[in-house]
């Protein structure tokens, strides 16, 4: 996929204000509209300028764009970061399936993600009317959804200033992470959305949760994986060890004779729901090195008293 650069596009500078982007698209639009210009390309140039400008017409579109930098150029090759626009609040549901095919595929891939467009009611003026839903995605640690916990989290909000150029302001709140919750679920703040207009409710603040990424554990549904590295005298003779798991260690009882990728299951130990899960320790033989003469030794004694040879059934030798 390549990165477009909506700035060039438009032809106006990263800092223009919102105004001069307006009046850069207006231009645009005029020049390529199907219906009037003999440009050979006219369609698709119009299509481009309004993809541009869906972005950068919008406030939080375009804060959340411009995070991405200045370390690409239009038509190199691009995928964003891993959660890249984690902490960003947007307005409104944002962007439905009804969109697919009139973006291309980079605008879909940072913003195709139910964000980003403000909802049916944003522009409608009255007298009193509830201040719209905002949404914004938030990475969590594991252990928090196993064990419940109260945290401090930070949104970037983009705004708008007087002279029309874009900014965004920092955002705290203390969030109750409700035990078990899992990725793609949200945590709901009621009245913490988009202020009502003439003394009406506010909105709520839809926070939508994905975990961050962990050195030891990964999660699959409810459950939760765990590699463990253990000994060949450790999966041969069997052991007790500790083992680390989100909620604290314990003592695990390792079987003899067990193999590379067994899995050892912790009943309940999972994230909790009302199908809760369990957490598997799979186990990892790990081999020591041989580079002593020590070792080296004792592996030569293995070879000669063990008798040994891993592809019997195959066959060879």
Do not use: C
Request: no cysteine.
């Amino acid at each position: 996929m390549e990165y477009k650069d909506y700035y060039d596009i438009m032809g106006v500078a990263r800092g223009a204000t919102q105004d001069e982007i307006k009046r850069a698209y207006r231009k645009l639009a005029r020049k390529y509209h199907p219906d009037v210009s003999k440009e050979p390309d006219a369609e698709a140039r119009f299509k481009e300028v309004g993809e541009a400008n869906e972005v950068l017409k919008d406030p939080e579109k375009r804060a959340a764009y411009d995070q991405l930098g200045m370390q690409w150029k239009a038509g190199q090759e691009f995928r964003p970061p891993p959660d890249w626009d984690a902490g960003f609040a947007f307005r409104g549901g944002g962007y439905t399936a009804g969109d697919a095919g009139v973006h291309s595929d980079f605008f879909e891939e940072l913003f195709g993600h139910g964000y980003a467009r403000p909802s049916g009611t944003a522009g409608r003026r009255a007298f009193r009317m509830r201040g719209e839903d905002h949404h914004a995605k938030v990475l969590i640690d594991i252990a928090d959804s196993v064990s419940g916990a109260t945290r401090s989290i930070s949104l970037r909000v983009p705004e708008l200033t007087e002279d029309g150029h874009i900014t965004t302001r920092n955002r705290t709140l203390s969030v109750r992470i409700p035990k078990g919750i899992r990725p793609g679920q949200q945590i709901r703040l009621a009245g913490q959305g988009g202020p009502g207009l003439g003394g009406a409710e506010s909105g709520d603040l839809y926070l939508d949760v994905e975990f961050r990424d962990h050195p030891l554990y990964r999660v699959d549904g409810a459950d939760i994986y765990l590699d463990l590295p253990v000994a060949p005298w450790e999966a041969a003779l069997g052991a007790n060890i500790k083992v680390p798991t989100p909620s604290g260690s314990i003592d695990l009882k390792i079987p003899a004779n067990s193999k590379q990728g067994g899995k050892l299951r912790l009943k309940g130990r999972g994230l909790t729901g009302k199908q809760p899960g369990d957490m598997y320790v799979v186990l990892q033989v790990t081999f020591p090195p041989a580079n002593s003469d020590a070792a080296r030794t004792l592996y030569k004694q293995m070879q000669d008293q063990l008798g040994f040879n891993p592809r019997a059934t195959m066959g060879g030798s």
